[in-house]
């Protein structure tokens, strides 16, 4: 097999993508054991939320996985108060800038997601 530039280009971007993730829950790691308390407090009526309390008694990763989940909770939030799992009240009150950190990680994690479909269908194209 002969190594293009096409290659080289994008062994780059999934080397990007893989930083990008691994940043990304370093973020999620830092904030969950720095705002943990916060983000808590700020949704204590949600019963959604509630359930998800198990993974703080799972060590690191289900830290990460709570701050996570409370992401992804306040993404669909809309659609999660209409069917009665999110109080409408947590969310509104939910601190303004900790609230954009969580969505902002969301969004990228999505993006991250995408891209990283992208490069395997990519793959896929140079090899056959």
């Known amino acids: ?47 959604l939320i509630n359930s998800y309390r198990f993974y703080l008694f ?20 809309n659609y999660l108060i209409k069917h009665g799992a999110l109080d409408k009240g947590d969310i509104e009150n939910f601190p303004e800038p900790l609230k954009g950190r969580l969505l902002m990680l969301q969004y990228i994690g999505w993006v991250l997601l995408a891209s990283l479909f992208l490069e395997v269908i990519a793959v896929k194209i140079l090899r056959g």
């Open 1 to 47: 097999m002969v190594i293009t530039t096409a290659h080289i280009v994008l062994g780059v971007f999934v080397g990007v993508t893989f930083l990008g993730m691994f940043t990304l829950i370093g973020y999620y790691f830092y904030l969950g054991y720095t705002r943990m308390d916060s983000i808590l407090e700020a949704v204590k009526n949600c019963s």
């Open 58 to 77: 799972m060590g690191p990763w289900g830290k990460m996985m709570m701050v996570a989940g409370v992401g992804s909770c306040l993404l669909f939030s």
